[in-house]
């Protein structure tokens, strides 16, 4: 495990997480990171993805308004910010590095080559 997740937990549907994802200087420098999800059962999909190259984001249909992914280069950090949470948003969240990810592959998991141990998030109607 190259990357370490944090930030997870239980929360009212409507209510607000911020999750971190810390990175050596090595793997922070690479181009694309990601917030991937998995629910129970369901396969691990792409939440968000952040370039380093343009600071540029993707997000899935499903987040978009309501999640925002930045980076802190001081400290080597990604970050995802979760709002008006919904019970479906519950999912074990990992985050995720590559070199060459990019708009057109960035929810694709077979792209990243570094990833964390994943931070559960619960969500409660």
């Known amino acids: 495990v190259q990357l370490q997740a944090s930030g997870g937990g239980l929360v009212q549907a409507g209510g607000s997480l911020d999750l971190s994802c810390l990175a050596p200087?090595?793997?922070?420098?690479?181009?694309?990171f990601a917030w991937f999800r998995q629910a129970p059962g369901k396969e691990r999909k792409g939440v968000a993805c952040i370039y380093n190259n343009d600071n540029g984001a993707n997000y899935a249909d499903s987040v978009k308004g309501r999640f925002t992914i930045s980076r802190d280069n001081a400290k080597n950090t990604v970050y995802l910010q979760m709002n008006s949470l919904k019970p479906e948003d519950t999912a074990v969240y990992y985050c995720a590095a590559d070199r060459f990810a990019n708009s057109g592959s960035y929810d694709k998991t077979y792209e990243y080559d570094y990833w964390g141990q994943g931070t559960q998030v619960t969500v409660s109607s």
């Open positions: 200087k090595r793997i922070f420098s690479m181009n694309a």
